[in-house]
């Protein structure tokens, strides 16, 4: 057992309520929970006191990940002091774990490029392909991939993303 922060009221961008952290990523200095890393396929927690500290920036992997049912996700991101959130609908589903681990692409539909692009200010993504979707990863690994996000191109074609929204 352990102690979880859960979000008990709306949030713009998440409405209800009853949000339960499973992750904290800072993907601005840190790798920890980068697209490679084991921590996406494996049932070890990471730092699980930063899972009780709110929206800061301490990263965190907690029990959750692996144990809570879902039927969407709340998905924040903070760029300075500007934190945005975006509720992704997903069919029902056992644990982020069990949709993480195998490594497959599944899509995720009614969130397309303007709700991603509205998690940071003045974000720019390039206009074709916009492939949105869980273990969102063309290969080889010099192009942007994402666990949880959007891959943009400038061409239709997926095979070569250049610019991407996302976690992980």
Request: overall charge negative; proline content about 5%.
């Amino acid at each position: 057992m352990s102690k979880t922060y859960c979000q008990m009221t709306s949030l713009a961008g998440c409405a209800g309520g009853g949000w339960t952290m499973v992750m904290k990523v800072d993907g601005s200095q840190q790798n920890t929970f980068d697209y490679s890393s084991s921590y996406w396929s494996d049932m070890q927690t990471f730092n699980p006191i930063g899972g009780t500290s709110g929206f800061d920036d301490v990263e965190t992997k907690l029990p959750t990940y692996w144990s809570i049912p879902f039927s969407e996700i709340c998905i924040g991101m903070k760029v300075g002091n500007d934190l945005r959130f975006l509720t992704i609908p997903y069919v029902d589903h056992n644990s982020l774990y069990l949709l993480m681990t195998d490594g497959k692409f599944r899509p995720i539909h009614h969130v397309g490029r303007d709700e991603w692009k509205s998690l940071i200010t003045n974000s720019s993504l390039q206009y074709k392909c916009n492939k949105v979707g869980f273990n969102n990863f063309v290969g080889p690994h010099f192009y942007p991939a994402a666990r949880i996000g959007i891959l943009a191109n400038q061409d239709d074609t997926c095979s070569s993303p250049d610019s991407f929204i996302g976690i992980g």
